[in-house]
């Protein structure tokens, strides 16, 4: 039997070689761009980490998305998109396969973005927001308008020049940014916040808001095809004015603004009426105004001058009614003599009336009522008072009664309770000592249990424990040899010792040429 040849390769550990890999992979190719196809994308992990893979005709690539950066992503993963993920390239031990860790996403092309906005179009439509009935109309002369645009830009300069030239009005500028991951966030924000103004607010609530930015490819104004940003848009109380990119940029928030405008420009022709215009066609009206009054005074006047003639004199006009008048005054005296005469027939009757029904009979009759209730009361009194001290003696009798034979019946309970006690006071004392006496054999058993089996014993039997300079036991060579005092602890005392290296050599081989005996010197105790 011969030894079997020794390598000089090292030998590693799963994890060493793990780690190893993940180090080369990671320094090798770093932060990478890789375009690819969604598969297996089921919305995020309950710990709002996403998973999936990217794959092509060829190959497939694990993909993680951590819980921070998917919060902030423009563009959610969806099912069978083509996209663009820029990450580090990594790999996960725990299941021997590399993956990358996505720090940015896009999607592939101008294609794909077309088939998104057009599939959120559908969407929003289905919901929708983006019905003709829940349009607003603008205001004819807004006192104060909102505008959503870049304060750096040239089109907030173009919409305030454009409003100056033709209606000054109190503009409210909320700056945004109009391009970028978070101009969606911001614009939605300001839209909501206009909203939000109240009369209690230092700021005037706006009576119209322009949401603008001039033109620029689709991955530019992107933003406003968040959904977020269309859903404040819809939502929107004041109306809403859509003016992002020019005549031929549309964006969903064009859908659903109350009105688009093709440009910035054509925003604010649309939001303010010209002030000129406005005064010459008050000017005209009012011309109009006075030509048809001047009419309508001139034909009242000839009207009356026709009813005049038409009336005649006015003593002529009051003959009639003066008759009128001497008739009646005629047949007046008659009627007011009869109408007295009936009126002191009533009077005599109600006089009899009241005669009979005078307040001195009313008086009398009550007094004698008064009287005669007076001298039954007195008497129903004296009854009722013999009544009550009969019924009272008789209640205390039956007290009296009742309470000795309640108090009796108490004395028995309680001298039975007191002799049960006593009983139970003698019961209680040897129980008492039995159970006291139980618990002093079960510790006694227990100390026997726990001498039979601590280390002390062990040491009694010829062993040593070892321990570092801190007290805790050395269970193995290696453990020993890392520290440079021990402590040997033995049955009868302690003993502080210093290590030494104590390999062992070889075995030396011995005996006869049929049989081996190895012989292995005496080593060092560790």
Same mark, same amino acid.
């Given at each position: 039997? %011969?030894?079997?040849? #020794?390598?000089?390769?090292?030998?590693?550990?799963?994890?060493? !070689?793990?780690?190893?890999?993940?180090?080369?992979?990671?320094?090798?190719?770093?932060?990478?761009?890789?375009?690819?196809? #969604?598969?297996?994308?089921?919305?995020?992990?309950?710990?709002?980490?996403?998973?999936?893979?990217?794959?092509?005709?060829?190959?497939?690539?694990?993909?993680?998305?951590?819980?921070?950066?998917?919060?902030?992503?423009?563009?959610?993963?969806?099912?069978?998109?083509?996209?663009?993920?820029?990450?580090?390239?990594?790999?996960?031990?725990?299941?021997?396969?590399?993956?990358?860790?996505? *720090?940015?996403?896009?999607?592939?092309?101008?294609?794909?973005?077309?088939?998104?906005?057009?599939?959120?179009?559908?969407?929003?439509?289905?919901?929708?927001?983006?019905?003709?009935?829940?349009?607003?109309?603008?205001?004819?002369?807004?006192?104060? #308008?909102?505008?959503?645009?870049?304060?750096?830009?040239?089109?907030?300069?173009?919409?305030?020049?454009?409003?100056?030239?033709?209606?000054?009005?109190?503009?409210?500028?909320?700056?945004?940014?109009? /391009?970028?991951?978070?101009?969606? *966030?911001?614009?939605?924000?300001?839209?909501?916040?206009?909203?939000?103004?109240?009369?209690?607010?230092?700021?005037?609530?706006?009576?119209?808001?322009?949401?603008?930015?001039?033109?620029?490819?689709?991955?530019?104004?992107?933003?406003?095809?968040?959904?977020?940003?269309?859903?404040?848009?819809?939502?929107?109380?004041?109306?809403?004015?859509?003016?992002?990119?020019?005549?031929?940029?549309?964006?969903?928030?064009? +859908?659903?603004?109350?009105?688009?405008?093709?440009?910035?420009?054509?925003?604010?022709?649309?939001?303010?009426?010209?002030?000129?215009?406005?005064?010459?066609?008050?000017?005209? !009206?009012?011309?109009?105004?006075?030509?048809?009054?001047?009419?309508?005074? *001139?034909?009242?006047?000839?009207?009356?001058?026709?009813?005049?003639?038409?009336?005649?004199?006015?003593?002529?006009?009051?003959?009639?009614?003066?008759?009128?008048?001497?008739?009646?005054?005629?047949?007046?005296?008659?009627?007011? /003599?009869?109408?007295?005469?009936?009126?002191?027939?009533?009077?005599?009757?109600?006089?009899?009336?009241?005669?009979? %029904?005078?307040?001195?009979?009313?008086?009398?009759?009550?007094?004698?009522?008064?009287?005669?209730?007076?001298?039954?009361?007195?008497?129903?009194?004296?009854?009722?008072?013999?009544?009550?001290?009969?019924?009272?003696?008789?209640?205390?009798?039956?007290?009296?009664?009742?309470?000795?034979?309640?108090?009796?019946?108490?004395?028995?309970? !309680?001298?039975?309770?007191?002799?049960?006690?006593?009983?139970?006071? !003698?019961?209680?004392?040897?129980?008492?000592?039995?159970?006291?006496?139980?618990?002093? +054999?079960?510790?006694?058993?227990?100390?026997?249990?726990?001498?039979?089996?601590?280390?002390?014993?062990?040491?009694?039997?010829?062993?040593?424990?070892?321990?570092?300079?801190?007290?805790?036991?050395?269970?193995?060579?290696?453990?020993?040899?890392?520290?440079?005092?021990?402590?040997? /602890?033995?049955?009868?005392?302690?003993?502080?010792?210093?290590?030494?290296?104590?390999?062992?050599?070889?075995?030396?081989?011995?005996?006869?040429?049929? %049989?081996?005996?190895?012989?292995?010197?005496?080593?060092?105790?560790?």
């Amino acid at each position: 039997m %011969t030894d079997a040849p #020794i390598s000089n390769t090292p030998d590693y550990s799963v994890s060493e !070689l793990s780690g190893a890999v993940k180090r080369r992979i990671e320094d090798e190719f770093g932060h990478v761009r890789v375009r690819g196809e #969604i598969s297996g994308y089921r919305g995020p992990h309950s710990s709002g980490h996403a998973y999936f893979a990217l794959k092509d005709d060829g190959a497939k690539l694990d993909a993680v998305v951590w819980k921070g950066v998917f919060g902030r992503m423009r563009f959610r993963p969806e099912e069978g998109m083509e996209v663009i993920a820029t990450g580090k390239l990594t790999t996960f031990p725990g299941s021997s396969k590399y993956q990358i860790v996505i *720090e940015s996403l896009e999607p592939a092309g101008i294609g794909a973005l077309m088939a998104l906005v057009e599939e959120r179009r559908k969407k929003l439509t289905a919901e929708g927001l983006f019905d003709v009935g829940r349009k607003q109309l603008l205001p004819f002369m807004p006192a104060v #308008i909102g505008v959503v645009t870049s304060p750096t830009g040239a089109v907030i300069r173009d919409i305030l020049h454009r409003i100056a030239d033709r209606f000054p009005c109190h503009v409210i500028v909320w700056p945004v940014r109009v /391009q970028g991951e978070s101009s969606g *966030e911001e614009v939605a924000a300001a839209i909501n916040g206009f909203n939000a103004l109240t009369l209690r607010d230092n700021i005037a609530r706006p009576d119209l808001i322009i949401v603008a930015r001039g033109g620029g490819s689709l991955e530019d104004l992107w933003g406003f095809n968040d959904e977020i940003v269309v859903r404040a848009a819809a939502n929107s109380d004041i109306p809403l004015i859509s003016a992002v990119g020019h005549e031929t940029d549309w964006t969903l928030i064009d +859908h659903a603004a109350d009105v688009r405008a093709p440009t910035p420009t054509a925003a604010a022709e649309m939001a303010v009426p010209v002030r000129l215009e406005l005064i010459g066609s008050c000017q005209a !009206l009012g011309g109009r105004l006075a030509s048809v009054v001047a009419r309508a005074r *001139e034909r009242w006047r000839n009207d009356f001058k026709g009813l005049v003639r038409v009336l005649g004199q006015g003593e002529a006009l009051l003959n009639v009614p003066r008759q009128r008048l001497d008739r009646a005054g005629g047949n007046l005296q008659p009627r007011f /003599q009869q109408f007295i005469s009936t009126r002191n027939v009533a009077l005599g009757r109600m006089g009899q009336r009241l005669s009979r %029904t005078s307040p001195q009979i009313q008086l009398a009759t009550a007094v004698g009522d008064l009287k005669g209730l007076a001298s039954r009361l007195r008497s129903g009194a004296a009854q009722t008072s013999r009544e009550r001290a009969q019924k009272l003696s008789a209640i205390n009798g039956l007290l009296q009664s009742g309470f000795s034979g309640f108090f009796r019946g108490q004395r028995r309970e !309680l001298a039975i309770d007191s002799k049960r006690l006593s009983q139970l006071g !003698l019961r209680m004392l040897p129980a008492l000592l039995k159970a006291v006496e139980r618990r002093k +054999h079960s510790l006694e058993a227990l100390e026997k249990l726990r001498s039979s089996l601590g280390y002390e014993q062990v040491l009694a039997r010829g062993y040593a424990l070892v321990r570092d300079d801190a007290g805790h036991p050395m269970r193995n060579l290696e453990q020993a040899r890392a520290h440079s005092r021990l402590e040997i /602890q033995f049955s009868d005392g302690r003993l502080k010792v210093t290590p030494a290296d104590g390999s062992a050599p070889k075995p030396k081989k011995a005996g006869s040429a049929g %049989t081996e005996k190895i012989v292995a010197p005496q080593g060092s105790l560790f």
